[in-house]
């Protein structure tokens, strides 16, 4: 059939926010973090108008308060976050579904559509204590698929949420080789991927080639990049994650890798609406570190989508 006639797919329209992570949350409360009202004051002065729930408990988790909150400043959410373990199987599904359910009706009564679903960790991400085998068994990874594709259903059909998996440094999906595994046995209609940079490239994945080669399963974008010298290092030293981010792995764009413009451009042949979310891991960090920051990310990603 000639196509050569036939009109382009439209560009895909990437809606940039930021996210908690980029002001140095990563826990519902913690001694080294900056406030939520901070947080949200600081964001909305940054230009941003998107933003994610980040940890359950560290923004307000009355609906109605969260609401007010936000609109007073401008600011619209794109998604909530869980961690799960759902490679352990049946035995952590009510647990799991528990917590699930608790942040998925938060995300949901904050006119979010996305919920982001990251596996557990194989070693813990402050101690470095290691958990579990870093590589599952075929058992698990089979628990693994069946039961992200019962989450993703039930939140669809409860909360009226699309379920996107983040592959993540420390977890079982990882590398190009496991975030490939989970895509193929994983229904299309029911799991989506939300692609982060920064965690793909910390454990070997080229972005570029997974959004060509998987685009169709891409649903959601974390953008950050890491520091090839640290990481480098952290290799070598095979270093938890969390001590990673403390040495710096994670960096200010576009001081890193991967190059945030041809990911960016890679997107537009998918003619989607894409949330493309600015979470650049920064825990623990100064209090007046992340807002410079964040104004610079924010105007060179406008640069990419407007130049």
Not at 48 to 65: C, K, N, Q, S
Request: with cysteine; proline share 8%.
């Amino acid at each position: 059939m000639d196509r050569t006639n036939e009109p382009a797919p439209p560009a895909s329209r990437l809606r940039i926010g930021s996210a908690p992570d980029s002001w140095g949350v990563w826990f519902p409360e913690d001694a080294h973090q900056v406030g939520w009202d901070r947080f949200l004051d600081e964001v909305a002065e940054a230009g941003y108008t998107w933003i994610e729930l980040g940890p359950y408990g560290y923004l307000p988790t009355d609906p109605v308060r969260l609401r007010d909150e936000t609109a007073r400043r401008g600011l619209s959410v794109s998604a909530g976050t869980v961690f799960t373990g759902l490679h352990r199987g049946e035995a952590v599904w009510e647990e799991t579904w528990a917590h699930v359910a608790k942040v998925a009706e938060l995300t949901r009564a904050a006119g979010a559509g996305y919920l982001v679903a990251i596996p557990a960790f194989w070693r813990d991400d402050k101690t470095g204590r290691v958990l579990e085998d870093r590589e599952l068994a075929p058992a698990a990874w089979r628990d693994l698929s069946r039961l992200t594709e019962r989450l993703a259903r039930r939140v669809r059909e409860e909360y009226g949420l699309r379920t996107v998996v983040h592959p993540h440094a420390d977890t079982h999906v990882d590398t190009e080789e496991h975030v490939v595994r989970l895509l193929d046995t994983t229904d299309p209609d029911l799991v989506e991927l939300c692609l982060d940079t920064g965690h793909y490239a910390y454990c070997g994945g080229d972005s570029v080639r997974l959004v060509e080669t998987y685009g169709e399963r891409l649903g959601y974008l974390h953008l950050k990049q890491v520091d090839p010298e640290v990481l480098a290092r952290v290799r070598a030293e095979d270093l938890p994650f969390g001590p990673a981010v403390a040495q710096g792995v994670m960096c200010e764009p576009p001081l890193g890798v991967p190059a945030l413009e041809p990911v960016l451009a890679a997107t537009r042949p998918l003619g989607i609406d894409l949330f493309a979310i600015v979470e650049q891991d920064m825990y623990p960090c100064p209090p007046d570190r992340p807002l410079p920051v964040a104004r610079r990310t924010r105007a060179l990603l406008e640069s990419y989508l407007n130049g």
